[in-house]
């Protein structure tokens, strides 16, 4: 079964950095988007970074500028640098794939377990 696996994250003071990454946890064909979801307390999930295949990067608002989402394809990774974090960056944040297992299986979406950003003020 393919996985997600996450690290990074953690404790920090408001006005400091984080990194995040991500990696696909077995051999694949194919991957399409990968992308970083972050959930809050009492809120629902939303995308906070995307990077296409050919490395096109979308953002949240709230984080344009403070954020950067890159993707290494030779190693299946994405890695989420987090500057300037805000309290309203705490949540929970999730690494998103949708990738293609073997040459005869379709494309499926991943996701991982979940890593805790906490930004305190």
């Known amino acids: 079964q393919v996985q997600l696996v996450e690290s990074g994250g953690g404790l920090v003071q408001a006005g400091g950095s984080l990194r995040l990454s991500c990696a696909v946890s077995e051999s694949i064909v194919s991957i399409q988007d990968m992308a970083w979801y972050r959930q809050a307390p009492g809120k629902q999930r939303e995308s906070v970074a995307a990077?296409?295949?050919?490395?096109?990067?979308n953002y949240a608002d709230s984080v344009q500028g403070r954020f950067t989402i890159s993707r290494d394809n030779a190693k299946n990774m994405v890695v989420l640098e987090m500057n300037s974090l805000k309290p309203e960056d705490t949540g929970v944040y999730y690494c998103?794939?949708?990738?293609?297992?073997?040459?005869?299986?379709?494309?499926?979406?991943?996701w991982g377990q979940g890593t805790q950003v906490t930004v305190s003020s």
């Open positions: 990077v296409t295949v050919g490395g096109t990067t």
């Open positions: 998103f794939a949708r990738l293609k297992r073997t040459y005869i299986s379709g494309w499926n979406n991943y």
